[in-house]
């Protein structure tokens, strides 16, 4: 979703913007803009719909020069993408630039009452108020430009993290935030401002996360203040990012998503070190041993997640109810914050979130810290916003994810959720040490079946051809299964637009069996488990109706391959580690049939990486 970039220092700050937009790009966007303080003095914006590449060739032969600017990224949410709504905003004398990420909830009141005191409005965006807003005050209080921003920021409702700069002062750029992430970056003499570290791994390791409520003064040669809205100045720690540059490039890979999919194996041996000892007999997850009271009394769990890591919840739900018996519920976090649910306070609420910054599952976090859960976050990004709101928890360590349909960050979650579930089940006992060596083993083996897996990806990519005709899909499994087909059903809806829809097998029956005819490819989970025998009667039933079947089996299957048109092997492994082997498969197919298909894999049409919005 929008992405921020700031400059201020001794450098060039054009060249630094348009780097970082594009190092945000990942998140998902349609317009892009850029404010600079050139070297006259004149304060310039250049937007474009479209690509940064677009904005880029907008501003050829234009003034860059400055070494005082913002950058923005813009997924709309207010007003269509066009150049109007793009960011940044000027003020109405032009005196004033401001991007923007989040949304403006009242903004329609305030932009009435500006309306009235005879501002105008070149966009239909949320944003554009708070620019007028912020110029108003000024003028008004003839105040400087923070105090305008402080007291602006007291008056809005909603989600926001702003950048500002003005032309009279060319020495200082102003940024605040409340629930939309902002990192400054500081270098000698210069300092950098981003939505998230990317842009800024390149130029310095040191870094601040602002929190809520926070308003940064980055002035040139002055140390970084941050204080409050009502100016009272506030501590910042200075973090180490350990991100490194070759994690943000493709290197030879097609595209992001492609070597995300091949990183599998090493970024889940990543997620189990130091977690699963060498002898692969033993797991030890700290967050968990360093609550063992809070699990050993949970009364319940509730996962709240969304998108993808929704599906890992799911998973988590049989893992953890299958190995601690404790009863687990899984939620959308969008459903789960408005409904007013039951929440005690020896529950526990297990947030997942590969970006940590996503507003429902946030809010959700939010709403059950205010009953007294215990929170815990399995999160990926270091030090955003989920993981800083929760009591506990453990990060999936599967470095930046870069294509906006999430693959690495999915198996780095379930293999968190078994090292989760595994650990409950020795401090509750609810398995014995034979069984827990026994798990733990075959854990262990995922990273090297996994490998095995993706040598098939050239197989998959010569059928996958076969099927780029259709406009349905439906994916089926059972019992852990299930939510990898839902898994897959939503990375080829995501990135091909084809239409898919992940079923447990049995209740096909129920509906979507009506859909089966010689145009509809199936996708069914049909790996060996207890319900195996069961997965193979839909399969008779599709074929009887002429429907197309792709496979998942286990290697050495001889029934199903009888009956599929096409079937992919995956190796043998513990029922409830399936998922972890069968999505890869998934991932594959559904990356060959958006390629052939000629779509935009790693930035898909609407979607977003980071959903800062609601
Ligand atoms: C967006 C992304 C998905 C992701 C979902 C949840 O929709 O495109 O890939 O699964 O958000 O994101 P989170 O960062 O909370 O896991």
Known sequence: MCGIVGYIGPREAYPILIKGLHRLEYRGYDSAGVALINNSGTLSIYKAKGKVQQLEEFSQQKDISGTIGIAHTRWATHGEPNYQNAHPHFSMSESIALIHNGIIENYAVLKEALIKKGFEFRSNTDTEVLVHLIDFIKREENTDLCRAI??????????????????????IMIAARKSSPLVIGIGKGEFFLASDATPIVEYTKEVVYLNDNEVAI???????????FMNSEKSHKIQH????????ERGEYEHFMLKEIFEQPRTIRDCMRGRI???????????????TEKFKNARRIIIVACGTSWHAALIGEHLIESLCRIPVEVEYASEFRYRNPVIYEDDIV??????????DTLAAVELSRSKGAFIYGICNAVGSSIPRNTNSGSYIHVGPEIGVASTKAFTGQVTVLAMLALTIAKVKETITQKELEGFVAELSQIPDKIEKILEKSDKIKKFSRIFTYAKNFIYLGRGFSYPAALEGALKLKEISYIHAEGYPAAEMKHGPIALIDSDMPVVVIATKNNLYEKVVSNIQEIKARNGRVIAIVTEGDTQVSKLADFCIEVPDTHEYLDPL??????????????????????????????????
């Open 150 to 171: 402080q007291l602006a920021l007291q008056q809005v409702i909603g989600a926001f993290a702003i950048a500002v700069i003005e032309k009279e002062n060319p020495n």
């Open 241 to 248: 990012l350990e991100l490194t540059i070759s994690q943000l």
């Open 218 to 228: 980055i002035e040139r040669g002055k140390e970084l203040r941050v204080v409050d």
């Open 581 to 614: 082997l069968s999505v890869i498969p998934l991932q594959l197919l559904a990356y060959h049939i958006a390629v052939t298909k000629g779509r935009d894999v790693d930035q898909p049409r609407n979607l977003a990486k980071s959903v800062t919005v609601e």
């Open 277 to 291: 000892n060498i002898e692969g007999n033993n797991v030890v997850l700290s967050g968990v041993l360093d609550n």
């Open 350 to 359: 297990i947030a997942i979130s590969q970006s940590g910054e996503t507003a």
